[in-house]
């Protein structure tokens, strides 16, 4: 539940300035920061003075304090508690400083040149020159910071969803492990967090990202794992062959709106919004004759992560039978090609897909698309069941669960 901000302390994080280095990406420097709630400083009292009592004396007759014991406590509260808000804002300093120093070699084509090399004396900063590593791990522990509710809100009042957004799309700027870290804490952002994904939504966060996704995505020649095997890194430029960006955007996606009665609409309604899903998924909705037009199949971490979003989206409570009908195809497509072990491998996408066809039943909002698909979902699940059970050991306890959920939807779609 979200806390009522009347009582919480108030977060001051102020004075910082706004520059744009391109058209979506934002860099911010907070001049000051704040106060933060030392809370967990009574539970460090607490255990140093339960260490000097066993619970026997009352606490009249507990041992006094050393001047010694005294200062090492008070070196121990000051050191070893943090002040959340002021490590965001150096965070964030510290991130502004070095992708801004990367949009800035950017733009002058070379990092090696003499015009690079000496900075203006009003643009130089005391900011450390992080590596990839360092910006990575700085995004985690920031991460970490916004899943608290008001740090979130601070976060996203200083500009936070455009620069996370903006970051991400620098393709050939910054790197891929940067982008996706900045995608990651986007969904820890907006998750369960009304507030923040009212921005989200109205920044046009969600088309930048659905526009990211489809660049992302590999065409034609580029296959999974084709960059990692031919050795070397992989160029910053290169498509997501691996499927791990894109995994993470539909993430990103997912939590700025599930629960989010607009949201959800607005997203279902959106075209390029059910694209992401049905290319999610590995669905070639663009294909009217069957045949492959050249798209690799999807990771099977990309084709979760999206099975997962569609399930939310059409089992929600504000679902409706014209939303599902929208993702007809998808619906279809997973009752055809993603729950058989001859086209779908990856048992967590055939079990995701079977719990949402049973929830659909449950809920008998629209199933339509599954009545018509019943005949031959029962056929796959009559030969599926029939697999498991002659298994033994380890393979057959590995399959337990998908046969349990074979079982109880073989069951639903009879009384269909």
């Known amino acids: ?47 140093w003075s339960l260490a000097y009592t066993d619970g026997t004396r009352p606490s009249s007759e507990t041992m006094q304090m050393s001047e010694e014991d005294r200062k090492f406590l008070e070196m121990v509260m000051k050191e070893g508690i943090v002040d959340e ?37 009003e643009e ?11 910006m990575v791990d700085l995004l985690e522990e920031l991460r970490d910071i916004v899943e608290q509710i008001d740090y979130a809100k601070a976060f996203s009042a200083l500009g936070g969803v455009p620069f996370l957004v903006g970051c991400a799309s620098e393709r050939g700027v910054v790197p891929k492990s ?11 952002l907006t998750q369960n967090n ?29 296959v999974v794992g084709q960059a990692s095997a031919s050795g070397g890194d992989i160029a910053m430029n290169e498509p997501d062959v691996d499927g ?19 949201g959800e609409r607005a997203f279902c309604a959106s075209e390029g919004g059910r694209q992401v899903i049905e290319c999610g998924l590995g669905l070639l909705s663009d294909s009217d004759d069957g045949k492959d037009d050249g798209m690799p199949a999807q990771p099977p971490v990309l084709r979760r992560r999206t099975l997962f979003f569609l399930q939310a989206l059409i089992t929600s409570d504000d679902a ?51 009545a ?12 599926r069941v029939s697999e498991i059970r002659k298994m033994d050991g380890e393979d057959k306890e590995f399959a337990s669960y998908e046969l349990e959920l074979w079982e109880a939807l073989i069951m639903q779609l009879a009384r269909l």
């Open 1 to 47: 539940s979200i806390t009522d901000a009347r009582t919480q302390p108030a977060l001051h994080i102020s004075n910082y300035r706004q520059q744009t280095a391109t058209s979506t990406y934002y860099k911010h420097i907070m001049s000051s920061g704040g106060n933060g709630d030392n809370q967990g400083a009574w539970l460090g009292l607490l255990k």
């Open 85 to 121: 808000g002021e490590r965001m804002k150096t965070i964030l300093n510290d991130l502004t400083g070095s992708l801004d120093r990367l949009v800035k070699e950017a733009a002058a084509g070379t990092n090696t040149s003499e015009e690079s090399k000496e900075e203006p004396e």
């Open 124 to 134: 130089k900063t005391d900011t450390p020159e992080l590596t990839e590593d360092d």
């Open 178 to 188: 940067v982008r996706s870290s900045c995608i990651a804490v986007l969904a820890t």
């Open 194 to 222: 009304p507030h923040v994904q009212d921005i989200v939504l109205k920044s046009g966060a969600l088309q930048t990202l659905a526009d990211l996704f489809f660049v992302e995505t590999p065409q034609g020649e580029e």
């Open 244 to 262: 791990n960006l894109r995994s993470k955007i539909v993430q990103a996606m997912s939590c700025s709106v599930r629960g989010h009665v607009e």
């Open 320 to 370: 409706t039978k014209e939303r599902i009908e929208l993702f007809n195809p998808c619906i279809q497509y997973v009752c055809t090609d993603m729950l058989s072990v001859e086209t779908e491998s990856d048992a967590e996408v055939r079990e995701t897909g079977l719990g949402m066809l049973q929830r659909m039943i449950e809920q008998n909002n629209n199933v339509n698309m599954l």
């Open 372 to 383: 018509a698909c019943k005949n031959a979902v029962v056929g796959v699940g009559i030969k």
